[in-house]
């Protein structure tokens, strides 16, 4: 199966920092998903990145894929404590949403 | 966007009963449905893909005949946990898949006693 890493595991940052959450796939992602959570909650999706190099960008928050389609990147940029919870990111394990895996996660704090 | 919900927001029930799930896509039709299952402090983990009209697929090390899972139209699919034990006590969701994209509903937590 499709297995997914995350780095780092957690990240504790001082509110205004930049950070980098690393998603690692050992085969080539048909999509790849960014998730945002806070435990107990329903997950929030931020961004799906689908082709080779394609970069998004939503308010702070900056996700990359490489041209080999096996690694992405998420980027906060001037962290807040609204930026904390757990980020995961999600792929296909086949084409157009079916069979879906997560990575284990990387929970992120913001200290004011 | 898109809205999916899940009813109920929480449960609590004895050890040997049955609870029920259920997930709508309230303003699409979704063919296909996922369930998900979250322990404290770790990621959701795959539980089983449920196609409409067909029997769901269950990922490895998930008991089919503990959790039952039925999709009987385009907007509702339900999980049935059998003979609940306190082990059972987790937060579940679903999802519903619309072309690329996956929405989810905001979760169930179950707790057996």
């Known amino acids: 199966s499709q297995e997914l890493e995350q780095s780092p595991q957690s990240l504790i940052v001082q509110e205004g920092k930049n950070l980098t959450i690393n998603c690692t796939s050992s085969k080539t992602l048909y999509g790849l998903y960014w998730y945002k959570q806070k435990y107990g909650e329903g997950l929030i999706f931020l961004m799906m990145l689908q082709k080779g190099g394609e970069e998004k960008s939503h308010e702070k928050i900056t996700a990359k894929l490489d041209e080999k389609k096996q690694q992405s990147s998420l980027h906060i940029t001037a962290s807040q404590p609204s930026h904390a919870g757990i980020y995961l990111c999600g792929a296909d394990k086949r084409n157009y949403g079916q069979n879906f895996v997560f990575g284990p996660g990387t929970r992120l704090s913001v200290l004011p | 966007g898109a809205v999916v919900s899940q009813h109920p927001s929480w449960v609590i029930c004895k050890s040997g009963t049955s609870v029920k799930i259920e997930c709508r896509s309230l303003d699409f039709q979704a063919t296909t449905m996922f369930w998900y299952r979250q322990f404290p402090k770790q990621s959701l983990m795959l539980m089983a893909t449920?196609?409409?009209?067909?029997?769901?697929?269950?990922e490895q090390g998930v008991e089919k005949d503990k959790f039952l899972i039925n999709h009987a139209s385009l907007t509702l699919s339900t999980l049935t946990v059998t003979s609940a034990h306190p082990e059972d006590s987790s937060f579940y969701i679903c999802?519903?898949?619309?072309?690329?994209?996956?929405?989810f509903g905001p979760g169930t937590r179950l707790t057996v006693t």
């Open positions: 449920s196609n409409e009209g067909s029997k769901a697929t269950y």
């Open positions: 999802s519903a898949a619309s072309g690329h994209e996956q929405y």
